[in-house]
């Protein structure tokens, strides 16, 4: 049976989906987490460290050492709270940023997980700057001088989700959706009525599939049938199979041409060559 | 019970439009003339409305001295877009026809109190001043063609935010802009940011919060997350000042308020500064 755009979304939006942290379980070792921005805050929202992703369970020189980046979505109500359901604030990207800047100069790359509703519409949001952070993110890591892989595991909520998807291979879950607005939001303003998300979601053309096509995703990680939630473990390996080619490929490249590679992939969004 | 329904119709009656203009800020209301007399800023509280890009440019830039570029850059449909109101090549296409503009920022090179630029206006009367690929486009080469013959950088902001019916290919926009902006930077060309009426969403999340100075008239309207979101969110009100241009000054976001007489000179002294 066919899945509609609106069972992907439901799939990517799922309590059982594997989050951030399943990830980080499921294929690395030795993760050390860093907090803050240095400036106002911890955003729990969003997760870095350090880690060695593993090619498989014994240790290996096929191992990589990186940075992980990720928001952080919990798996109960308690978890969603304090993690804010992964919405970030200014802090998490600032944070982020903060983060990366270490990896370029350690000479690591940087690996990120998104999965988020979107960037936290709140008031300290806004009075720090919610724009200017997402803006710099996006200046930031578009000039990073070190390989970035980003994996859109579930819920790519625009501007906050691309603040954390600036990268040299964008990969994708078979099941997730990303979106330049939710299906709920669009529908409520291009069909006046919440209930035509379904609707909305297939216009805005937002599955993996879609996005592999209109070329705003690299590649589709596949998931087990019915779905990452039906087995973490395979779902985590296929990810981490992803992730390591990419980063074997990448780490070939000489970083000049790396960024301007990056660029010029960034530079194609909307093909109009 | 046609008495109680007689005065919610009066307060929905609003003026005839032929004769008045209301500011949305105050809603004061003053005669259509007064208000473009007054280069659209209310002569009350002083909220600088909304130009038009050729408007704009007029006022900015020296006279005869702007030349368009990159007119034939316009919108893309990679995704057959369609909604409610029907297809959206149609509605951009009507959009085009009307107003005479072929995307939601038009560029150009200029010269701007002596100090040749590339000059960027956003028109928030062309689908909201909506971030679409074209848009992103028309940027990306204005910071390339900036880069090729070293000149800065001045963009005008005008936006409700990316737009929709362009999908991811819009939100990738953002990136794209940004990251244009960031090797013009790595040039030493200088980027002025200048934040109008509303400048929102996927636009302030991207290149109009990335200048080199970010700039705004009095009374702009700044934000990334519409004030209603934010309230419907958070559960409580939210200051009348929020989101307005002295509000993001006073949280440190914006560099200068420049009365909307006093831009170009503006401009061209920040430039003058730095050597170009």
Same mark, same amino acid.
């Given at each position: 049976?066919?899945?509609?755009?609106?069972?992907?979304?439901?799939?990517?939006?799922?309590?059982? +989906?594997?989050?951030?942290?399943?990830?980080?379980?499921?294929?690395?070792?030795?993760?050390?987490?860093?907090?803050?921005?240095?400036?106002? !805050?911890?955003?729990?929202?969003?997760?870095?460290?350090?880690?060695?992703?593993?090619?498989?369970?014994?240790?290996?020189?096929?191992?990589?050492?990186?940075?992980?980046?990720?928001?952080?979505?919990?798996?109960?109500?308690?978890? !969603?709270?304090?993690? !804010?359901?992964? *919405?970030?604030?200014?802090?998490? $990207?600032? %944070?982020?940023?903060?983060?990366?800047?270490?990896?370029?100069?350690?000479?690591?790359?940087?690996?990120?997980?998104?999965?988020? @509703?979107?960037?936290?519409?709140?008031?300290?949001?806004?009075?720090?700057?919610?724009?200017?952070?997402?803006?710099?993110?996006?200046?930031?890591?578009?000039?990073?001088?070190?390989?970035?892989?980003?994996?859109?595991?579930?819920?790519?909520?625009?501007?906050?989700?691309?603040?954390?998807?600036?990268?040299? +291979?964008?990969? *994708?879950?078979?099941?997730?959706?990303?979106?330049?607005?939710?299906?709920?939001?669009?529908?409520?303003?291009?069909? +006046?009525?919440?209930?035509?998300?379904?609707?909305?979601?297939?216009?805005?053309?937002?599955?993996?599939?879609?996005?592999?096509?209109?070329?705003?995703?690299?590649?589709?990680?596949?998931?087990?049938?019915?779905?990452?939630?039906?087995?973490?473990?395979?779902?985590?390996?296929?990810?981490?199979?992803?992730?390591?080619?990419?980063?074997?490929?990448?780490?070939?490249?000489?970083?000049?041409?790396?960024?301007?590679?990056?660029?010029?992939?960034?530079?194609? $969004?909307?093909?109009?060559? | 019970? &046609? =008495?109680?329904?007689?005065?919610?119709?009066?307060?929905?009656? @609003?003026?005839?439009?032929?004769? =008045?203009?209301?500011?949305?800020?105050?809603?004061?209301?003053?005669?259509?003339?007064? =208000?473009?007399? !007054?280069?659209?800023?209310?002569?009350?509280?002083?909220?600088?409305?909304?130009?038009?890009?050729?408007?704009?440019?007029?006022?900015?830039?020296?006279?005869?001295?702007?030349?368009?570029?990159?007119?034939?850059?316009?919108?893309?449909?990679?995704?057959?877009?369609?909604?409610?109101?029907?297809?959206?090549?149609?509605?951009?296409?009507?959009?085009?026809?009307?107003?005479?503009?072929?995307?939601?920022?038009?560029?150009?090179?200029?010269?701007?109190?002596?100090?040749?630029?590339?000059?960027?206006?956003?028109?928030?009367?062309?689908?909201?001043?909506?971030?679409?690929?074209?848009?992103?486009?028309?940027?990306?080469?204005?910071?390339?063609?900036?880069?090729?013959?070293?000149?800065?950088?001045?963009?005008?902001?005008?936006?409700?935010?990316?737009?929709?019916?362009?999908?991811?290919? &819009?939100?990738?926009?953002?990136?794209?802009?940004?990251?244009?902006?960031?090797?013009?930077?790595?040039?030493?060309?200088?980027?002025?940011?200048?934040?109008?009426?509303?400048?929102?969403?996927?636009?302030?999340?991207?290149?109009?919060?990335?200048?080199?100075?970010?700039?705004?008239? @009095?009374?702009?309207?700044?934000?990334?997350?519409?004030?209603?979101?934010?309230?419907?969110?958070?559960?409580?009100?939210?200051?009348?000042?929020?989101? &307005?241009?002295?509000?993001?000054?006073?949280?440190?976001?914006?560099?200068?308020?420049?009365?909307?007489?006093?831009? %170009?000179?503006?401009?061209?002294?920040?430039?003058?500064?730095?050597?170009?």
């Amino acid at each position: 049976m066919a899945k509609t755009a609106m069972d992907c979304v439901k799939l990517a939006r799922d309590a059982k +989906r594997p989050h951030f942290r399943d990830f980080i379980d499921l294929i690395c070792s030795d993760f050390e987490e860093l907090h803050g921005d240095r400036l106002v !805050n911890d955003d729990r929202a969003l997760v870095g460290g350090f880690a060695v992703i593993r090619a498989g369970d014994k240790p290996s020189e096929k191992d990589v050492r990186a940075l992980v980046l990720g928001h952080n979505k919990g798996a109960t109500v308690e978890e !969603n709270m304090s993690a !804010n359901f992964g *919405m970030a604030n200014p802090d998490g $990207y600032r %944070k982020a940023m903060r983060l990366a800047k270490l990896a370029e100069k350690f000479r690591l790359p940087v690996v990120t997980f998104v999965d988020t @509703p979107g960037a936290y519409p709140g008031r300290e949001a806004e009075e720090r700057g919610q724009a200017e952070a997402i803006a710099k993110s996006l200046e930031f890591f578009s000039r990073l001088r070190t390989p970035i892989v980003v994996v859109v595991t579930g819920e790519g909520g625009s501007g906050g989700a691309l603040a954390i998807a600036v990268g040299d +291979r964008i990969l *994708m879950m078979e099941n997730a959706v990303y979106s330049v607005i939710s299906p709920e939001g669009c529908a409520g303003i291009l069909w +006046r009525d919440g209930a035509k998300a379904p609707e909305a979601a297939e216009a805005l053309k937002i599955t993996a599939g879609d996005l592999l096509r209109l070329g705003a995703v690299d590649e589709v990680v596949k998931e087990p049938a019915g779905g990452a939630q039906r087995n973490h473990r395979a779902a985590a390996n296929a990810v981490r199979k992803a992730i390591l080619a990419a980063l074997g490929d990448l780490a070939k490249v000489p970083v000049d041409e790396l960024v301007e590679r990056r660029y010029a992939k960034i530079r194609s $969004y909307g093909n109009f060559y | 019970m &046609s =008495w109680f329904e007689a005065k919610s119709e009066k307060a929905k009656i @609003p003026p005839a439009k032929a004769l =008045w203009a209301v500011c949305p800020r105050c809603k004061s209301h003053f005669g259509k003339a007064v =208000w473009k007399n !007054n280069n659209a800023i209310c002569p009350k509280c002083g909220y600088h409305g909304r130009l038009s890009a050729r408007e704009r440019i007029a006022q900015v830039a020296d006279e005869g001295t702007f030349a368009e570029v990159f007119r034939a850059v316009s919108y893309s449909d990679h995704l057959e877009f369609h909604d409610a109101s029907g297809a959206y090549r149609d509605k951009v296409e009507a959009t085009i026809a009307k107003s005479g503009e072929t995307e939601s920022v038009v560029m150009g090179t200029a010269r701007i109190g002596g100090h040749d630029v590339m000059l960027g206006v956003m028109d928030f009367a062309f689908m909201g001043g909506s971030l679409g690929t074209g848009t992103g486009e028309r940027i990306a080469r204005a910071c390339e063609q900036a880069i090729a013959e070293r000149r800065p950088l001045v963009l005008f902001s005008a936006s409700g935010g990316a737009r929709m019916h362009e999908g991811i290919l &819009s939100l990738m926009q953002m990136a794209k802009t940004s990251a244009a902006i960031a090797r013009l930077k790595e040039s030493g060309l200088p980027y002025i940011s200048v934040l109008t009426d509303p400048t929102t969403g996927g636009v302030s999340a991207s290149y109009a919060m990335l200048g080199d100075i970010n700039v705004t008239e @009095p009374r702009t309207l700044i934000g990334f997350a519409g004030r209603r979101v934010i309230e419907n969110t958070i559960h409580q009100k939210l200051p009348d000042d929020f989101q &307005s241009a002295e509000y993001l000054e006073k949280h440190g976001f914006i560099d200068r308020i420049v009365e909307r007489g006093d831009l %170009k000179a503006f401009i061209a002294k920040m430039l003058w500064f730095w050597g170009f």
